[in-house]
């Protein structure tokens, strides 16, 4: 069996390190697994990517061709939106793999348009790690439910015309599928949902497969030895926040950490409380807490976010949408509970009050709520660190999620040679 993942990057953000991941862990079970990437960051020999120094440029190109799309759309620098409309010969590349299996995952970005994975001959498999597989261009839809139709009009563009950049890239895409067997996989039950209620994605039968971790590497480590390795307190209650730019897009939240925040300060915690936030910068000042904060910028090293997770006594994922939330898993490999909110993909990993505490949306006040009731109670949160624990063993190692792609893929050829 050979399987060739698609993807933009290889390692990275959360979609890329999910697609490496899963390629690591088929190798391991000894599948024949390869990545092809439009953006190739680690050393791996099973992974390849542009090497010349013109493929890489005309990558970069594409990508930056592809943006130019939107510039007559007043489109704010918080949505993403990939019209992933600039020709490309990908699926030229994908037949000197001859794989039995095509995989896709995050492609955005200059590195396949809809026309390219017609053309792949392959059986498809796509795991999908955002909405933008079923939009007109999105990458979350937010409030808009026009994907169920046929996009156009589009408040991502600021646009009140129907035939708009959306519908044209919704039509590119519908007409692109309208003979191509895909078969989609979910992160979470919710991005399931909307994919089967979408257009272009509805008449496709859609199973979910959850984000997975490494749970020897992410696993809990006693928080006096993780906050001394961290350079942080032993006397304070430590809240941790984390995501990729995550101060700065709204979809992610912050704006409720902050509101969060200053409540509990007002209710006497902020003498003893710390938040911690790591994978942005301090580009929106976290002024007037009522409590100490402290910016750690990115970590490229999983063993030391694994000790930052053991450290903190509560991890908040106050995401507006979110397909799954893979830092969320991540904490909870460590044994630290999270706080989130009643939605989207999170649903399928915060159990309310068993391993943490899934707040109305989008309220500060009961997210604040969710936060003191782990962090009052010392004997509560040993019980939820340890159901933390106990689900991600469950439900979230990369043993368990590349067995169930491998019985995708098995069935699949089964399928093709009946």
């Known amino acids: 069996?050979?399987?060739?993942?698609?993807?933009?990057?290889?390692?990275?953000?959360?979609?890329?390190?999910?697609?490496?991941w899963l390629h690591s862990s088929l190798l391991a079970q000894g599948v024949d697994s390869s990545m092809l990437v439009a953006r190739k960051s680690s050393d791996d020999p099973t992974v390849f990517g542009p090497e010349s120094t013109l493929a890489k440029f005309l990558i970069r190109v594409r990508g930056r061709l592809d943006g130019l799309l939107t510039t007559r759309y007043r489109v704010d620098n918080f949505t993403m939106f990939s019209p992933s409309r600039i020709p490309t010969r990908v699926h030229s590349a994908v037949e000197r793999f001859d794989p039995d299996i095509v995989h896709l995952h995050w492609v955005c970005n200059g590195?396949?348009?809809?026309?390219?994975?017609?053309?792949?001959?392959?059986?498809?498999?796509?795991?999908m790690?955002?909405?933008?597989p079923f939009t007109g261009g999105c990458h979350y839809s937010q409030e808009c439910d026009k994907?169920?139709?046929?996009?156009?009009?589009?408040?991502?563009?600021?646009?009140?015309?129907e035939m708009d950049l959306s519908r044209r890239v919704w039509e590119f895409k519908r007409n692109a599928w309208s003979n191509r067997e895909i078969h989609p996989i979910a992160i979470s039950s919710w991005l399931a949902d909307c994919a089967k209620r979408s257009s272009l994605f509805g008449r496709y039968p859609v199973q979910v497969i959850p984000n997975a971790i490494d749970e020897t590497v992410f696993k809990p480590t006693e928080k006096t030895v993780a906050r001394r390795a961290m350079d942080l307190p032993l006397d304070r209650k430590i809240v941790l926040f984390g995501s990729l730019g995550g101060t700065t897009y709204p979809r992610k939240g912050f704006d409720h950490v902050l509101g969060a925040c200053r409540i509990l300060a007002a209710r006497g915690?902020?003498?003893?409380?710390?938040?911690?936030?790591?994978?942005?910068?301090?580009?929106?000042?976290?002024?007037?807490?009522?409590?100490?904060?402290?910016f750690l910028g990115r970590f490229e090293d999983d063993e030391a976010l694994s000790l930052l997770y053991s450290a903190g006594d509560v991890m908040l994922v106050p995401s507006i949408q979110e397909a799954f939330g893979k830092t969320a898993i991540e904490a909870m490999g460590c044994g630290t509970?999270?706080?989130?909110?009643?939605?989207?993909g999170l649903k399928d990993i915060v159990d309310h009050r068993i391993n943490g505490f899934r707040a109305r949306c989008f309220e500060d006040e009961d997210l604040a709520l969710g936060i003191?009731?782990?962090?009052?109670?010392?004997?509560?949160?040993?019980?939820?660190?340890?159901?933390?624990?106990?689900?991600?063993?469950?439900?979230?190692?990369?043993?368990?999620?590349?067995?169930?792609?491998i019985r995708i893929y098995t069935d699949l050829l089964k399928g093709e040679k009946g």
């Open 129 to 132: 790690r955002d909405m933008w």
């Open 372 to 405: 003191e009731w782990i962090l009052e109670d010392e004997r509560r949160r040993v019980v939820l660190s340890k159901k933390c624990r106990e689900k991600v063993s469950r439900e979230f190692t990369l043993e368990k999620h590349s067995e169930r792609y």
């Open 269 to 294: 915690w902020g003498d003893s409380t710390l938040l911690v936030v790591f994978g942005a910068e301090e580009s929106q000042p976290a002024k007037n807490l009522g409590m100490e904060s402290r």
């Open 111 to 127: 590195f396949l348009n809809p026309a390219d994975i017609a053309r792949i001959k392959s059986p498809i498999v796509w795991t």
């Open 1 to 20: 069996m050979k399987v060739l993942h698609l993807a933009t990057h290889d390692i990275g953000e959360g979609a890329a390190r999910g697609a490496y």
């Open 337 to 344: 509970p999270v706080v989130s909110f009643d939605t989207s």
């Open 147 to 161: 994907y169920l139709q046929a996009c156009g009009a589009c408040p991502h563009l600021n646009s009140t015309r």
